[in-house]
């Protein structure tokens, strides 16, 4: 199974993509996680665009839809989801009714550098991609004091969020294969 991996920051040293990095070491066997690198080329949503949509959207819509999960790695600004992923979102939801994230099976994850690891991001974007259509699966898991978790080459020294990385992951690809209207890739 191959699922797309969404991090939500643009940062070269990302502590989310480092997370979205070691998900790909901690797959388990039968699951293929890819990095998604698209969200720095999106323009603002804006609707006037949507009879004539930019090329980055169409590459977005095409390879969001010919995922079969996504998994999202999302930084915490200001309490929220980062505005660039948040317009990710907003162009993935759109046609209404016929976006990319309906019925996607998705699940979150997030890192920052705060206690809270994020968590106030995750559960809203998870509200976000359930409003948007998307079947959210599993809890969040927060990494908190991320610079504490990584090494300087972003590889993660925690063996315990290691493997809540590995259960996660097993639920978002079971719940994908159960999915009520599956289309294998
Ligand atoms: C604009 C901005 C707002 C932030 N707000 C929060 C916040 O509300 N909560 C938090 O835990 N960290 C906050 N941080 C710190 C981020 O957690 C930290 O920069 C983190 O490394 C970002 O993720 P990244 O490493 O994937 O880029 C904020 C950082 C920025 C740049």
Do not use: C
């Not at 969040?140 to 300087?152: C, G, K, M, Q, Y």
Request: zero cysteines; charged letters at 25%.
């Amino acid at each position: 199974m191959r699922i797309l991996a969404v991090s939500g920051s643009l940062r070269e040293s990302s502590f989310n993509t480092s997370l979205l990095r070691a998900a790909v070491e901690a797959a388990p066997e039968g699951v293929e996680l890819e990095l998604w690198e698209g969200l720095g080329d999106l323009p603002l949503y804006d609707e006037d665009l949507e009879s004539d949509v930019p090329e980055s959207v169409q590459r977005l819509r095409e390879e969001w839809a010919s995922a079969e999960a996504i998994v999202f790695s999302t930084p915490e600004y200001n309490g929220s989801v980062p505005g660039g992923l948040k317009n990710a979102v907003d162009w993935a939801s759109r046609p209404a009714l016929q976006g990319v994230l309906r019925n996607k099976t998705v699940a979150v994850v997030g890192a920052s550098t705060g206690q809270f690891g994020a968590l106030w991001a995750q559960q809203d974007l998870k509200r976000i991609l359930g409003i948007a259509g998307a079947r959210v699966v599993g809890t969040e898991i927060p990494v908190s004091r991320a610079h504490e978790r990584f090494d300087a080459e972003g590889r993660l020294l925690d063996g315990e969020v290691f493997e809540e990385l590995r259960l996660h992951l097993t639920t978002l690809a079971s719940e994908a294969v159960a999915a009520p209207d599956r289309v294998a890739a």
